[in-house]
């Protein structure tokens, strides 16, 4: 159900207009195996696959003979090979055979930057070369730890990329819309800038007295806590979250998005609960977290849906304070993504 609707948002795609220069989702990391696989990425067709030696590539669908969508091909020695003419091209873009004669000089398909870490395939999007690696929590490489328990959700939304990832820095819809069962307003603090690489927005977001995620269940799991955290370590296209109670780390997550077209996105998540992740209780502590961010996305997406076009944003108040640096944030890698 979940493929067919980004099947048909995909159908939809058009170019995106206001996207940060950064490192997207192509796929995760599971899903790409031995055949090549479409990916409508930024507005257009793309082909992912895997080489010989296990790498990941990112490239445009059109084969530059005579346009067939290359991910209807197969990989062969280590290349992709079109299935109209069966010309193949390495991981580089560069076609290096061609049935009975000498590849064109020119031959060659559009390459994206590509690298393959927290379980994802990820793409870099902007002129010019990657400007930093996307996030790699130990927790979510291919080799867990094993005192981690791991979960994942992909939900398509109309949101934007910038919609999406702000809503991490919005304490106020955190209690209003996900009934945060938190007392008092939020702290809001922010690293020192001149500390800070300059790829990153990061922010914590401090509650005192924090209830756990479903009140007196949560007692039972020990969750519930007199100080509750969320610290964000963010980019301008994808973010690690962590939460804590009392100090005490509950969970960590990367949080990344397909940018399929305009308004049409994909929200990943990649979590790892990481605290007694090994015994019964770490299991079920993984499933009370799954459960909440399960819900926390179920709430989050059918508002995300019914957002104005445009990226717009009426009023600000004190509780938007996050939200507005990282629009600003936000908006210089968009013209990153033009400069390079
Ligand atoms: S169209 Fe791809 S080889 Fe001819
Ligand atoms: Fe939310």
């Given at each position: 159900m979940r493929q067919k609707t980004s099947e048909r948002l995909a159908a939809a795609a058009r170019p995106v207009s206001n996207?940060?220069?950064?490192?997207?989702?192509?796929?995760?990391?599971?899903?790409?195996r031995g055949r090549p696989r479409k990916a409508t990425l930024f507005g257009r067709g793309h082909v992912v696959w895997r080489g010989a030696d296990g790498r990941a590539h990112v490239q445009g669908a059109a084969c530059p003979h005579a346009g067939a969508a290359l991910y209807g091909g197969k990989v062969v020695d280590g290349t992709l090979e079109c299935p109209f003419h069966r010309w193949r091209f390495d991981g580089s873009g560069t076609c290096v055979s061609v049935p009975g004669r000498v590849p064109p000089?020119?031959?060659?398909?559009?390459t994206l930057p590509t690298r393959e870490s927290s379980g994802f395939v990820w793409v870099w999007y902007g002129k010019g070369a990657p400007r930093y690696e996307p996030p790699d929590l130990p927790g979510l490489r291919a080799r867990r730890l094993p005192s981690t328990r791991n979960f994942r959700l992909a939900d398509p939304t109309r949101a934007t990329t910038r919609r999406i990832l702000e809503n991490t820095y919005d304490p106020d819809h955190l209690v209003a819309l996900h009934g945060l069962t938190v007392t008092g307003d939020a702290r809001i603090t922010f690293p020192p800038a001149d500390g800070l690489p300059e790829e990153r927005c990061d922010a914590t977001l401090t509650w005192p007295s924090y209830r756990g995620p479903l009140g007196a269940v949560s007692n039972v799991f020990g969750l519930n806590a007199d100080e509750f955290t969320l610290r964000l370590r963010g980019w301008a296209s994808c973010q690690?979250?962590?939460?804590?109670?009392?100090?005490?780390?509950?969970?960590?997550?990367?949080?990344a998005v397909t940018p399929i077209g305009e308004h049409h996105s994909v929200q990943h998540i990649s979590a790892?609960?990481?605290?007694?992740?090994?015994?019964?209780?770490?299991?079920?502590r993984s499933l009370v977290h799954r459960a909440e961010?399960?819900?926390a996305a179920r709430q989050d997406l059918p508002v995300f849906d019914t957002l104005l076009p445009g990226d717009r944003h009426?009023?600000?108040?004190?509780?938007?304070e996050a939200v507005r640096r990282f629009r600003r944030f936000y908006q210089q890698w968009v013209e990153l993504a033009q400069r390079g």
């Open positions: 996207l940060a220069s950064g490192w997207y989702v192509a796929l995760p990391s599971a899903e790409l000089r020119r031959a060659a398909v559009a690690e979250i962590e939460y804590y109670a009392d100090g005490r780390r509950l969970y960590r997550m990367v949080l790892a609960v990481d605290a007694d992740g090994a015994g019964v209780m770490g299991r079920l961010v399960q819900v009426g009023i600000y108040v004190p509780g938007d």
